[in-house]
């Protein structure tokens, strides 16, 4: 009767410890989603500058453009060349250095996330589920449930929980 009545505790010191590392877990996975929505809006931010940027860019192309076609006819085409490539390339460069801020910030939320995904993945690998509640017990159970007897009958005979005797027949597929 002790011995069952400490299998019984150990098996509630398991689960209670599972139930507390399960919860540690879900406090982790929710901390780190907070980190991930403050990476995103910094970049959503960028992205909205960059938006600006290209605006403003476009809004500078035509007036470029209405300008280069009012002194055409004082411009050769190589002056209206070497113009236009200056305008494109005061254009591109804020948009090339807000594409490279923009993905060395995603590189870093991809380190950032396969490091805390790595660490979750061994943090479950390190959980085990115990293979039965007593061995003596085990085969009893599946003798007595392979001639028919109610798990009722079994769990009063061996003076175990029903519980106990359900987790016996699911580790064995039995049930």
Not at 45 to 68: A, C, F, H, P
Not at 99 to 128: H, P, W, Y
Request: cysteine-free; charged content about 25%.
């Amino acid at each position: 009767m002790i011995e069952n009545f400490q299998d019984f505790l150990n098996i509630e010191y398991i689960v209670i410890g599972m139930a507390a590392v399960i919860l540690y877990l879900l406090y982790f996975v929710y901390s780190k989603d907070q980190d991930y929505n403050r990476n995103i809006h910094s970049v959503a931010s960028v992205v909205e500058e960059l938006n600006r940027e290209v605006y403003y860019l476009k809004k500078n192309i035509t007036e470029t453009q209405k300008s280069i076609q009012k002194n055409k006819k004082g411009m050769s085409d190589e002056e209206i060349y070497q113009e236009i490539e200056r305008s494109v390339y005061d254009m591109v460069q804020p948009l090339s250095l807000g594409l490279k801020q923009m993905q060395e910030n995603i590189q870093a939320i991809d380190v950032s996330v396969e490091s805390r995904v790595s660490t979750l993945e061994n943090g479950v690998k390190q959980f085990s589920i115990p293979n039965s509640v007593n061995g003596n017990d085990d085969e009893k159970i599946i003798s007595l449930f392979r001639q028919g007897t109610s798990l009722d009958t079994i769990s009063k005979e061996l003076n175990i929980s029903k519980p106990e005797v359900e987790f016996v027949l699911k580790i064995n597929k039995l049930k």
